[in-house]
């Protein structure tokens, strides 16, 4: 097997682009930047004409130091959510609305009168609200396809436009264990000749249009394939391949995420699955993280006190922080209030005791999922900022009970650039 394979990233901020060999080695990385979204309240759009010049100007780039004419295959991954109106020839009818938009709030009540709990188009920023309120608007007129961003950007690539994957379409109501649309959804007047065919991650469906593989230095050989969401993505480039395996995001918040062999969903806990082929990528977020640290540190003091921690010398403080009262996973109470004291006179002390009690959260989330049928938890890789903490590492390892390393490689473009190669998920 030779060629290279293109991974593009569609993100908040910008588009990247990363293309691998056929042993998964990087072979370069270009990222052009995007302009912020137009903001009214709680409608947050763009103008997809942006996503594509930005991610064609990421290719050209990329062409600077990488040899496009050797691509094989390309994926692209995009923002979960976001979604807009196409007619039969991929132009635009609407805006694109923004993974955080959240104006259909009475399209997201019509669907919780009749969606499944488990289902992931729940929410008025969900793309099955989304596509409700782009019906019910001027938009709809010579609409042929609703596509999520990633789609829109893999269409065009192709000139073949209507067709989505299986991460993408969650939030639009697709049902993954039956791996079919629900009747549900013509209980709320969905128009089924909308709704894009959908594909396992990573499937070929066309070949590049010879026209615009010209204008970027591709083959027009090369495969366009199925893509993914950036945050399935992002685990993909972690190269978590096996039941058990798990990727904890240590951010703002704390975000558990594991490889299992059926679908999890609790849906009191905000518990889903992402379909990856054969197997399931189950996730859960905790309000505890990094923003319950900033509560009692500056992000200059916990580095100052980090090379005083003992990470081997539990402090058996019993804490459970967060930012504000409320927590959905692993434990679901809206009310439930941080648990910070005693609070030791040493701000050392105090500073593990809170490390170790995110530690705890993460593995209580773990245990919470291996009771909602996840798989014996073997490992965790790390990303996001904490996950570079090397004593925080060994609280975790302590705490969690299993090895904890970091991901030496998070970039979503080189996990779509993964799926490319492997033409599906791991």
Same mark, same amino acid.
């Given at each position: 097997?030779?060629?290279?394979?293109?991974?593009?990233? @569609?993100?908040?901020? +910008?588009?990247?682009?990363?293309?691998?060999?056929?042993?998964?080695?990087?072979?370069?990385?270009?990222?052009?930047?995007?302009?912020?979204?137009?903001?009214?309240?709680?409608?947050?759009?763009?103008?997809?004409?942006?996503?594509?010049?930005?991610?064609?100007?990421?290719?050209?780039?990329?062409?600077?130091? @990488?040899?496009? /004419?050797?691509?094989?295959?390309?994926?692209?991954? /995009?923002?979960?959510?976001?979604?807009?109106?196409?007619?039969?020839?991929?132009?635009?009818?609407?805006?694109?609305?923004?993974?955080?938009?959240?104006?259909? #709030?009475?399209?997201?009540?019509?669907?919780?009168?009749?969606?499944?709990?488990?289902?992931?188009?729940?929410?008025?920023?969900?793309?099955?609200?989304?596509?409700?309120?782009?019906?019910? %608007?001027?938009?709809? +007129?010579?609409?042929?396809?609703?596509?999520?961003?990633?789609?829109?950007?893999?269409?065009?690539?192709?000139?073949?436009?209507?067709?989505?994957?299986?991460?993408?379409?969650?939030?639009?109501?697709?049902?993954?264990?039956?791996?079919?649309?629900?009747?549900? =959804?013509?209980?709320?007047?969905?128009? %089924?000749?909308?709704?894009?065919?959908?594909?396992?991650?990573?499937?070929?469906?066309?070949?590049?249009?010879?026209?615009?593989?010209?204008?970027?230095?591709?083959?027009?050989?090369?495969? @366009?394939?199925?893509?993914?969401? %950036?945050?399935?993505?992002?685990?993909?480039?972690?190269?978590?391949?096996?039941?058990?395996?798990?990727?904890?995001?240590?951010?703002?918040?704390?975000?558990?995420?594991?490889?299992?062999?059926?679908?999890?969903?609790?849906?009191?806990?905000? @518990?889903?699955?992402?379909?990856?082929?054969?197997?399931?990528?189950?996730?859960?977020?905790?309000?505890?993280?990094?923003?319950?640290?900033?509560?009692?540190?500056?992000?200059?003091?916990?580095?100052? =006190?980090?090379?005083?921690?003992?990470?081997?010398?539990?402090?058996?403080?019993?804490?459970?922080?967060?930012?504000?009262?409320?927590?959905?996973?692993?434990?679901?109470?809206?009310?439930?209030?941080?648990?910070? #004291?005693?609070?030791?006179?040493? %701000?050392?002390?105090?500073?593990?005791?809170?490390?170790? /009690?995110?530690?705890?959260?993460?593995?209580?989330?773990?245990?919470?999922?291996?009771?909602?049928?996840?798989?014996?938890?073997?490992?965790?890789?790390?990303?996001?900022?904490?996950?570079?903490?090397?004593?925080?590492?060994?609280?975790?390892?302590?705490?969690?009970?299993?090895?904890?390393?970091?991901?030496?490689?998070?970039?979503?473009?080189?996990?779509?650039?993964?799926?490319? =190669?492997?033409?599906?998920?791991?």
């Amino acid at each position: 097997m030779g060629g290279l394979y293109l991974g593009i990233d @569609v993100g908040t901020g +910008g588009v990247r682009a990363c293309a691998i060999d056929p042993h998964g080695g990087i072979r370069g990385f270009a990222s052009v930047a995007l302009p912020a979204p137009r903001v009214d309240g709680s409608a947050i759009d763009q103008t997809p004409e942006l996503w594509w010049q930005a991610a064609t100007a990421a290719i050209r780039k990329l062409g600077e130091t @990488v040899a496009l /004419g050797d691509v094989t295959r390309i994926v692209v991954d /995009g923002t979960s959510g976001t979604l807009l109106l196409v007619d039969a020839a991929g132009r635009p009818c609407s805006p694109g609305l923004m993974y955080n938009d959240a104006r259909a #709030t009475r399209e997201a009540t019509r669907v919780a009168a009749v969606a499944p709990l488990e289902s992931g188009a729940h929410g008025a920023s969900s793309a099955l609200a989304k596509l409700l309120y782009l019906q019910n %608007d001027d938009y709809v +007129g010579d609409a042929r396809h609703a596509v999520h961003q990633a789609d829109w950007i893999a269409g065009r690539l192709a000139n073949h436009h209507g067709i989505s994957d299986e991460n993408n379409a969650l939030k639009l109501g697709y049902d993954p264990v039956a791996r079919a649309w629900p009747s549900w =959804l013509e209980q709320l007047g969905v128009r %089924d000749d909308l709704l894009p065919e959908v594909l396992v991650p990573g499937t070929p469906f066309s070949e590049m249009d010879p026209q615009i593989a010209r204008s970027l230095g591709l083959p027009p050989t090369a495969q @366009v394939a199925a893509g993914t969401t %950036d945050g399935v993505a992002a685990f993909i480039a972690t190269r978590a391949d096996q039941p058990g395996d798990a990727v904890t995001s240590l951010g703002t918040t704390l975000v558990v995420k594991q490889l299992a062999t059926q679908p999890i969903f609790a849906a009191d806990q905000g @518990v889903y699955s992402h379909r990856l082929g054969e197997r399931w990528l189950a996730g859960g977020a905790s309000n505890s993280g990094g923003a319950a640290l900033l509560m009692h540190f500056t992000a200059a003091e916990m580095e100052r =006190l980090t090379p005083q921690l003992t990470p081997d010398q539990p402090t058996g403080l019993d804490y459970y922080p967060l930012p504000k009262p409320g927590e959905r996973f692993p434990i679901a109470d809206p009310a439930l209030a941080a648990r910070v #004291t005693p609070r030791p006179a040493e %701000d050392c002390r105090f500073f593990q005791g809170l490390l170790e /009690g995110i530690a705890s959260v993460e593995a209580l989330a773990y245990r919470q999922l291996a009771q909602l049928g996840a798989p014996r938890l073997r490992r965790v890789i790390g990303i996001g900022g904490g996950a570079k903490n090397d004593a925080w590492i060994r609280i975790r390892h302590r705490v969690v009970g299993v090895p904890v390393s970091v991901a030496e490689q998070t970039e979503a473009s080189y996990g779509a650039a993964l799926l490319a =190669l492997n033409g599906g998920p791991p």
